[in-house]
C-alpha cells in the first residue's frame, strides 16, 4: 500500500522555524506550481526531534518508503522537487530515522 499521491511534510516546530523551515515551505509550492506537478499533498508538522537536521522534510512517493532530507534551505528544496519529486532521482542529505514500532 502506502499514498497513492505524492506527499510532503514540512517540520515546523520552533528550531525549524528558525532554521527557515517557512522559506523551505514556501519554495515547495513555489516550485511545484512553476513546475506544473500537482498530485503532491503538501503539509506541515511540528518537531521531529532532529532539531540538528533543521529543515527536516519528509516525502513519500506511492510504494517507497517515507525519506527524511535535512538541511534542506530553499535552493535545496526547489532541487527537491525538481529532481526527487518529479523523477525520483536522489537528492541533498537524507537524515537516516529509526522509526520504532511498540507493541501494545
Same mark, same amino acid.
Given at each position: ?55 527536516? #522534510?519528509?516525502?513519500? *512517493?506511492?510504494?517507497? $518508503?517515507? @525519506? ?10 526547489? %532541487? !527537491? #522537487?525538481?529532481?526527487? *519529486?518529479?523523477?525520483? $532521482?536522489? @537528492? ?10 511498540? %507493541? !501494545?
Amino acid at each position: 500500500g502506502g499514498p497513492k499521491e505524492k506527499q510532503v511534510i514540512v517540520h515546523m516546530g520552533t528550531c525549524g522555524i528558525a532554521a527557515g523551515a517557512k522559506e523551505t515551505f514556501n519554495a515547495i509550492i513555489d516550485e511545484l506550481d512553476a513546475k506544473g506537478i500537482s498530485h503532491v499533498l503538501v503539509r506541515q508538522t511540528g518537531c521531529m526531534g532532529l532539531c540538528h537536521s533543521e529543515p527536516t #522534510v519528509v516525502v513519500t *512517493l506511492p510504494g517507497k $518508503e517515507p @525519506v527524511c532530507f535535512g538541511k534542506l534551505d530553499e535552493t535545496g528544496a526547489r %532541487e !527537491l #522537487v525538481q529532481k526527487y *519529486l518529479k523523477n525520483g $532521482e536522489a @537528492v541533498g542529505t537524507v537524515v537516516p530515522v529509526n522509526y520504532v514500532r511498540v %507493541e !501494545l
